[in-house]
């Protein structure tokens, strides 16, 4: 899985909002609405949204992983 369909998973699982990640991992909610919508990131914003998952979400994120 890659690591952009690992994120969304997770942030789908936990049913995430934008404005939950958004305010846990200090990533406007444009720039999560425009990765969503396929636009790339920075590899430090996307470790800050990662980073912003809660315990479960990220435990998930990382497992899909291997």
Do not use: W
Request: hydrophobic share 40%.
């Amino acid at each position: 899985m890659q690591l952009r369909e690992a994120l969304f998973a997770a942030i789908d699982k936990y049913r995430l909002t934008a404005k939950e990640l958004s305010d846990r991992a200090g990533v406007s909610q444009a720039q999560i609405s425009r990765f969503r919508k396929g636009e790339d990131l920075t590899f430090s914003t996307f470790q800050r949204l990662v980073d912003g998952l809660p315990r479960d979400a990220k435990n998930h994120f990382c497992t899909s992983l291997m």
